[in-house]
């Protein structure tokens, strides 16, 4: 009789799911297919008009990093400074790509050594940089979201 009321008390122990409710069952789903969502990673990368949606993934990376330098190049093109000391020197930008496609400087990072010899040097990137086109932004499970990356800038006057 003693086995008999253990394997029933275990067995109760084990069954305790039966009595959640729909919304508890829905909500501890929902909680476990977040937790294995990786946040920090996109699905599709945004695309320009000349990259293809159906591509592989890194396939789709380079030809996101390759036409955004493309057109940071064309952006930049033309910009002339003066200076009086020589500058070997990077520096970063960030931008991000919201949810619609629009790209748009978020920072431009501070470095005194260029700002000391071109003091309007972020204003005039920025300017430059804010002015690009729109792209197909990228996607996390089918939704649109927005990305922040990060591009260098070297500055060599030799």
């Known amino acids: 009789m003693r086995k008999l009321v253990v394997l029933s008390f275990f067995g109760l122990l084990a069954s305790c799911e039966l009595f959640m409710s729909k919304e508890d069952k829905t909500q501890k789903m929902v909680n476990e297919e977040l937790l294995s969502i990786d946040w920090n990673d996109v699905d599709q990368y945004p695309l320009f008009e000349d990259c293809d949606e159906t591509a592989t993934k890194p396939a789709q990376r380079d030809c996101f990093q390759s036409a955004m330098l493309n057109h940071f190049s064309k952006a930049l093109e033309g910009l002339q400074f003066q200076v009086d000391k020589d500058l070997n020197d990077t520096m970063y930008i960030d931008f991000s790509i919201d949810e619609h496609g ?5 920072n431009v990072e501070e470095n ?3 700002l000391n010899e071109i003091p309007d040097f972020n204003a005039k990137i920025s300017n430059r ?3 690009l086109t729109t792209v197909a ?3 996390k499970r089918g939704i649109p979201v927005g990305l922040k990356f990060r591009l260098p800038i070297v500055l060599n006057t030799n």
């Open 129 to 131: 940089l804010n002015d």
């Open 137 to 139: 932004p990228a996607l």
């Open 112 to 114: 005194t050594a260029i």
């Open 102 to 106: 629009f790209i748009s400087v978020l």
